[in-house]
C-alpha cells in the first residue's frame, strides 16, 4: 500500500484562527477523504477530496468552515477555518486506490488539534 | 440516512478465549465490509475485509461472517493475545466513490 503523510502531527490553535493540514501520498491515489475523530470516538467523513474540482461534503460539513484542495493525485489540503475549542479532534486523511484492490482504505497518521 | 450499529461498546476477554464483535447496516446496496483495529494514538489499521459475494473469510486468528440479507456481519478473534486490546471499528460502503462510514467501535481488552 502507499504511503501517506500528513502535516502537521499536531497543533495548537488559538480560537478564531485557522489551520491548513497536509496529506502527502507517495503515489498516485484514485480517491482521497478527510475524516475527523473526537476523543474516544469514531471516525466521522467530512468530504471527498475531489481532484481538479470542488470537494463533495457530507450532511453537517460545509466547504467555509472546511476548505478543502486537491490539486493533483497525489496531495490534498483540508483547512479547519475560525476554529473553536469543538474543533479539537484528530483530523485524518485516507485514500484508496493503491494496490490491487482498489477500494480499499488506507489512513494517514493524523493530525492532532487543539483549539484553546 | 445510512447507518453501521456496532455490539458492544466494550468487550473484555480472558487471554485465549474468542472475541466477537457484531454489526448491522441499514444500506442494503452496501458491498463492502472492512474491519480497522486502532490502537492509542495511532491511526486505523485495516484489519480484513469482506465484500458482498462471500460470506466467511479467515487470515490466521480474524475471521469474518457476512450475512446479506440480515444485513449483518461479525468479527471473530481466537486465542486472543495481550496484542490484540485496541479499539474495532467496522465499516460498510454506502453510495459509489468508495465512500464508507463506521460503527461506533468496541474497546476489546484482554484480560491476562
Known amino acids: 500500500s502507499a504511503v501517506i503523510s500528513q502535516k502537521p502531527s499536531r497543533d495548537i490553535c488559538q480560537r478564531g484562527t485557522s489551520l491548513t493540514i497536509q496529506c502527502q501520498v507517495d503515489?498516485?491515489?484514485?480517491?482521497m477523504f478527510w475524516y475527523r475523530q473526537q476523543p474516544g470516538q469514531s471516525l466521522t467523513l467530512i468530504a471527498t477530496?475531489?481532484?481538479?474540482?470542488?470537494?463533495?461534503?457530507e450532511s453537517g460539513f460545509v466547504i467555509d468552515k472546511f476548505p478543502i484542495s486537491r490539486p493533483n493525485l497525489t496531495f490534498s489540503t483540508l483547512t479547519v477555518s475560525n476554529m473553536s475549542p469543538e474543533d479539537s479532534s484528530i483530523y485524518l486523511c485516507?485514500?484508496?486506490?493503491?494496490?490491487?484492490?482498489?477500494?480499499?482504505?488506507?489512513f494517514g497518521p493524523g493530525t492532532r488539534l487543539t483549539v484553546l | 440516512g445510512e447507518n453501521v450499529e456496532q455490539h458492544p461498546s466494550t468487550l473484555s476477554v480472558q487471554e485465549g478465549d474468542s472475541a466477537v464483535i457484531k454489526c448491522t447496516y441499514s444500506d442494503s446496496a452496501s458491498n463492502y465490509f472492512p474491519w480497522y483495529k486502532q490502537e492509542l494514538g495511532k491511526r486505523p489499521q485495516l484489519i480484513i475485509d469482506i465484500r458482498s459475494n462471500v460470506g466467511e473469510k479467515k487470515d490466521q486468528r480474524i475471521a469474518v461472517t457476512l450475512n446479506k440479507t440480515a444485513k449483518h456481519f461479525s468479527l471473530h478473534i481466537t486465542e486472543t493475545q495481550p496484542e490484540d486490546s485496541a479499539v474495532y471499528f467496522c465499516a460498510a460502503s454506502i453510495g459509489r466513490d468508495d465512500k464508507i462510514i463506521f460503527g461506533k467501535g468496541t474497546r476489546l481488552h484482554i484480560l491476562p
Open positions: 485516507s485514500v484508496t486506490g493503491t494496490g490491487y484492490l482498489t477500494d480499499t482504505q488506507y
Open positions: 503515489s498516485q491515489v484514485t480517491m
Open positions: 477530496a475531489n481532484q481538479g474540482s470542488e470537494a463533495t461534503y
